[in-house]
C-alpha cells in the first residue's frame, strides 16, 4: 500500500536538479520521479536566485555538502498530497528560505524560527534550484497576483527587513542608518520610507546608491569620495542616527558603523553570516554609549507582511536583478563568479528557461 504516492507521478519525467557534490563541483542530476507525501505540494519551479550564501556554499565555506543550491524561489502547483489542503494544483507559490520540523514546541507555538530541528534549504538541507520540487506545504506562501515572479525571490529579503525594523523599534522620523547597499539594505531603505523613517544609505559602491536613489531613497553616502560620520553628522544636524543597521555581506568596517549611532541608540547587524569568518567589533565604545545591539539572521515570521509589501507597491526589486541566467547556466556561473560576493547585488536564475 502506497497511500502517500500519486499516482500522476508515474507519468512525469524525471526531477532533475543543481547538487553541489564537493569543495567547487556541481552537477545536474536527475534524481527520479518523487513521492508526495502526504503534507506536501510538488511545485514546477519558475524562478530561483543565486546569492552570496550558494557561493559560500559552493565553496565550502558554508552548509552541509551535498547540497542542492537555491535558498528560495517560485513555482506553480503541479500535485498535492492528500493533506495539503492550503494549495490546489494551479497555485503561484513562494518557497523558502527556511525549514521547520512542523512538531517541535516552538514550531507547535507558531514560532518557526526557534524550531528545535530548523533547517535551510540550500544551506544544510536540498534548496530550489530544480525543475521540480517537492515541499512540505508549512513552507509555501500563496502569491497574489500583484506580485511577479521576479519579485518573490525577494520575499524573504524583505521579511528579513521587516524584521530588522521591528527589532529596532523604528518610529515616523528616525534616522536609520544603512550600511551596505546590496539586497537586503536596498530592500530596507525602502521599508524604511514606507514606514516614513529616514534612511541614510551608506556604501562604497557608487553604481548601488544610484540604484536606490532611483527608488525614492534620498540620502545616500558614497563612502570612497566622503567620511560617512560626517556626512551623517552632517545630515542629522549634528545628533547622529537613532539606529543602524549593517547588512552582510557589506564592505565597509563594522566597527566605524556603530559611531554613526547616537548614545543610547539601536544597532541591528543582518545578513548571512555563516562564512565561518569571525565578525570583530571593540564592544568597550558600545558600553559607554549604551548601544542596544542585536542580530536578525531571517525573517521568517514577516514573509506573508512581504508579500503584502510587495503586493501593494511598497517596495520594489526588479532594479536589484543584476544579472538573470538561465538553469543550463547554474553551474558556470558559481565558477565564474563564486570568488566576488560584491559583483552581482542579485542574480535571477529563470529555471523554466532551459
Ligand atoms: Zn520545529
Not at 506553480?76 to 527556511?98: C, H, M, Q, W
Not at 569571525?278 to 549604551?290: E, F, G, T
Amino acid at each position: 500500500m502506497e497511500p502517500n504516492v500519486s499516482r500522476r507521478e508515474e507519468t512525469d519525467s524525471p526531477m532533475k536538479a543543481w547538487n553541489i557534490t564537493g569543495v567547487r563541483e556541481i552537477m545536474l542530476e536527475d534524481r527520479g520521479a518523487a513521492p508526495v507525501p502526504d503534507d506536501s505540494v510538488k511545485i514546477k519551479m519558475l524562478k530561483g536566485a543565486l546569492d552570496t550564501p550558494d557561493s559560500l556554499v559552493f565553496k565550502g565555506q558554508a552548509g552541509a555538502i551535498p547540497v542542492v543550491p537555491g535558498r528560495q524561489g517560485m513555482g506553480i502547483v503541479s500535485e498535492t498530497g492528500k493533506n495539503a489542503v492550503r494549495f490546489k494544483r494551479g497555485d503561484r507559490v513562494y518557497a523558502g528560505p527556511l525549514s521547520a520540523c512542523g512538531d517541535c514546541a516552538a514550531c507547535k507555538a507558531g514560532r518557526l524560527r526557534e524550531c528545535a530541528a530548523l533547517g535551510q534549504y540550500g544551506i544544510d538541507r536540498d534548496g530550489l534550484l530544480c525543475d521540480f520540487a517537492v515541499l512540505p506545504q508549512r513552507d509555501l506562501y500563496l502569491l497574489p497576483n500583484k506580485v511577479t515572479d521576479s519579485e518573490s525571490v525577494f520575499i524573504e529579503r524583505a521579511a528579513a527587513g521587516i524584521s530588522v525594523l521591528d527589532r529596532l523599534n523604528t518610529e515616523k522620523g528616525e534616522y536609520v542608518v544603512i550600511m551596505g547597499a546590496n539586497a537586503t539594505g536596498i530592500l530596507l531603505a525602502q521599508l524604511a520610507l514606507y514606514y516614513q523613517a529616514v534612511p541614510i544609505l551608506v556604501d562604497v559602491r557608487r553604481d548601488r546608491l544610484d540604484i536606490a536613489e532611483k527608488l525614492g531613497v534620498y540620502y545616500t553616502v558614497d563612502a570612497v569620495s566622503s567620511d560617512p560620520l560626517k556626512k551623517v553628522f552632517s545630515i542629522t544636524c549634528g545628533q547622529m542616527a537613532e539606529s543602524m543597521v549593517y547588512a552582510l555581506p557589506c564592505s565597509l568596517p563594522l566597527s566605524r558603523a556603530f559611531e554613526c549611532v547616537m548614545p543610547g541608540g539601536r544597532a541591528v547587524v543582518t545578513g548571512f553570516a555563516g562564512s565561518g569568518e569571525a565578525l570583530s567589533v571593540n564592544l568597550a565604545p558600545l558600553i559607554d554609549r549604551q548601544i542596544a545591539v542585536s542580530f536578525v539572521a531571517a525573517g521568517v515570521e514577516n514573509i506573508p507582511t512581504a508579500i503584502n509589501t510587495f503586493a501593494s507597491g511598497g517596495i520594489e526589486s526588479d532594479p536589484l536583478v543584476t544579472e538573470t541566467i538561465r538553469f543550463s547556466e547554474v553551474d558556470k556561473f558559481l565558477a565564474d563568479n563564486a570568488d566576488d560576493p560584491f559583483k552581482n547585488i542579485y542574480t535571477l536564475v529563470d529555471i523554466d528557461r532551459l
